[in-house]
C-alpha cells in the first residue's frame, strides 16, 4: 500500500518553518499503514527524518539542517494536543505530562514548564535519565552552537503502571539551540523538581 505523508520542514538553524507543505511517499515496507496510529509524532519523525537526509536546503539560509514539524500521514494529525490528554485520561493508572519549552531570546534563556500541575516525583527523575541519553544519542548535527536565538520543547507522557513509568516522548522541537545548552537548563529544572 502507498500513503502520503505530509509535513512542514524546519530550519535548525535559523528557526524558520517552510509553510509550504511537502510531501513524501510512503510504502506499506517502510511502516505498516495502520501501524502510524500507535506512533506518536517524535517517534514517527525519526523514521521521517532518514528519509529526509537529502532534503533540499532551508530556503531562508541554506542550511540543510533541518526536522520535519506538523506531520500528517493522509487526514491523520499525528501530534494533536487534546486528542493526547483524552487518551491520557481513559487510561486506569496514574498518568503525568511534562511540558518543556526553552526559549532562547538574544542569548537569554528562559524555561516554560508546562503539562499536569502535580506531576509524580519519580516521574520526573525517570524524565531526566530519558531526556540525558536522548541528548547523548543525538548527532550533533542535530544541534547548533552559538545562536542567539532557539526553541527547544519537549513533551513527555509517563503512565504509572506499579510503580514504573512507561515513558513516550510525543513530540520535539529544536533549532538554534546547542546540546549543552538543552542539557544544563533542564537539568536545573530536573535537580529541582524531582525530590
Ligand atoms: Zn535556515
Redesign the pocket.
Known amino acids: 500500500m502507498v500513503y502520503f505523508v505530509e509535513y512542514n520542514p524546519s530550519?535548525?538553524?535559523?528557526?524558520?518553518i517552510d509553510r509550504i507543505s511537502h510531501l513524501i511517499q510512503f510504502i506499506s515496507t517502510d511502516i505498516e499503514y495502520d501501524d502510524y496510529k500507535s506512533m506518536t509524532e517524535y517517534e514517527f519523525s525519526v523514521i521521517l527524518e532518514e528519509r529526509l537526509i537529502n532534503f533540499s536546503?532551508?530556503?531562508?539560509?541554506?542550511?540543510s539542517?533541518?526536522s520535519a514539524q506538523n506531520i500528517k500521514i493522509g487526514d491523520y494529525k499525528i501530534y494533536d494536543f487534546d486528542k493526547m490528554i483524552e487518551v491520557l485520561k481513559a487510561e486506569n493508572h496514574i498518568t503525568n505530562l511534562l511540558i518543556l519549552d526553552l526559549q532562547k531570546n538574544y542569548g537569554e534563556i528562559e524555561l516554560k514548564v508546562a503539562g499536569k500541575s502535580r506531576n509524580e516525583s519519580d516521574f520526573i527523575s525517570e524524565c531526566m535519565v530519558k531526556v540525558n541519553l536522548l541528548l547523548n544519542e543525538s548527532p550533533s548535527r542535530k544541534f547548533v552552537l552559538n545562536r542567539t536565538d532557539g526553541n527547544f520543547q519537549i513533551v513527555i507522557s509517563g503512565i504509572n503502571i506499579e510503580g514504573k513509568h512507561k515513558l513516550r516522548i510525543h513530540r520535539i522541537i529544536n533549532y538554534g539551540f546547542s546540546k549543552e545548552e538543552i542539557r544544563s537548563n533542564l537539568n536545573k529544572y530536573f535537580f529541582e523538581n524531582m525530590l
Open positions: 530550519c535548525r538553524d535559523c528557526g524558520v536546503p532551508c530556503r531562508n539560509c541554506g542550511s539542517n533541518l
